[in-house]
């Protein structure tokens, strides 16, 4: 009995660190002054749309977004190590049980992922993770409330018709660089 | 008491043990390339709504909740090659998996393999290999697990560009 016990106990041990680990807010947190990362914040005034044009479900659709949060690793001559150390950190985290992995595409040398948190109507965050072993790696996490399928396919069919204000999506060139 | 901390270990053990399947060796190798679908995904592209008078879109959704999971590995490596072989090879006699067909086309060998469910009709599992071909000898290993039936297979093949996706038309509308 006292084994089964110091079993469960272990097993419950392991539940508990598990819930307890490193989370992608905190990675985020912890990187974004790092000189090797790049950092951006988009808000949903990128999409420069006419709220008044917009239908009652392309309302709510938007209005389930909070912002879009990405920190990308660029890779050059004097990182590499770190590249690897960064990248590994990413999947590790990735790798809790409360990102659920949506989809997977790529080999070892590259590669993309998308996860994402919460239930099925009620999704809170959605990651992207993309990396390549000559270039970098990037996260991209869309934040909000109560995301689901639907509004998601809503948003996509409203940017086709918004203007995307370029202004914030400036420190992302110099990835491409 | 007992009995349920006993079974709670078991299950434990169970789920990590086997969450990680045959194929999972294969991922995340530089000379693989992977797709990775998983249920999550369908059951959210499940929840998207069409519309009703869509007769096409309603059917590859009903087909698409009935889906667990994606798994498609590519390779041109010559000894991943054989390695995908021994252990779809393995696979197929520990997983009871049937050959539904097995064809030769343009130098291309394409073996294809079902897990029949509750009903001859219903596949649990199917799996494709396909070796050799013109496409610079690439050899592609495809597990799509769920529970659907045989007829439902065009439906997929015709929206999702999955490999081997004409062959698999092409006979399993043979065989209606």
């Known amino acids: 009995m006292k084994m089964f016990l110091g079993i469960s106990m272990f097993f419950s041990l392991l539940l508990v660190s598990c819930s307890d680990g490193p989370s992608l807010q905190k990675y985020f947190v912890e990187n974004t002054e790092n000189a090797n990362f790049i950092s951006l914040d988009i808000s949903p005034s990128i999409l420069k749309v006419d709220k008044a044009k917009l239908s009652v479900e392309q309302n709510e659709a938007l209005q389930s977004f909070d912002k879009i949060n990405i920190l990308a690793f660029k890779v050059n001559a004097t990182n590499r190590v770190q590249f690897e150390m960064e990248r590994e950190k990413v999947v590790a985290i990735l790798k809790d049980k409360k990102y659920q992995q949506l989809m997977k595409f790529g080999s070892g040398k590259e590669g993309a992922s998308i996860s994402c948190l919460g239930s099925d109507d009620h999704i809170e965050e959605f990651v992207l993770f993309a990396n390549k072993k000559d270039s970098g790696f990037a996260i991209v996490r869309v934040l909000g409330k109560d995301m689901n399928p639907n509004n998601f396919m809503t948003m996509i069919s409203a940017l086709k018709s918004a203007n995307i204000d370029l202004e914030q999506l400036k420190p992302l060139q110099q990835l491409i660089k | ?176």
């Open chain 2, 1 to 176: 008491m007992n009995r349920i901390i006993i079974t709670l270990v078991i299950a434990f053990f169970t789920t990590t043990f086997f969450a990680q399947s045959t194929f999972d060796k294969f991922d995340g190798r530089d000379e693989v390339t992977a797709i990775i679908v998983n249920k999550k995904m369908f059951d959210l592209m499940g929840k998207v709504k069409v519309d009703a008078s869509d007769n096409e879109a309603q059917n590859y959704l009903n087909l698409i909740r009935k889906l667990d999971n994606l798994k498609v590995f590519t390779t041109t490596n010559v000894r991943i090659t054989a390695e995908m072989k021994s252990t779809a090879e393995s696979y197929t006699k520990t997983a009871g998996l049937e050959e539904l067909m097995r064809v030769n086309d343009n130098g291309q060998n394409i073996r294809i393999l079902v897990k029949s469910g509750a009903t001859e009709e219903k596949i649990k599992e199917l799996l494709m290999f396909i070796e050799g071909g013109n496409k610079g000898n690439q050899t592609v290993l495809m597990s799509l697990t769920g529970d659907f039936s045989l007829n439902e297979i065009p439906i997929l093949t015709d929206k999702m560009r999955i490999p081997g996706g004409d062959i698999l038309k092409k006979n399993t509308k043979n065989k209606q």
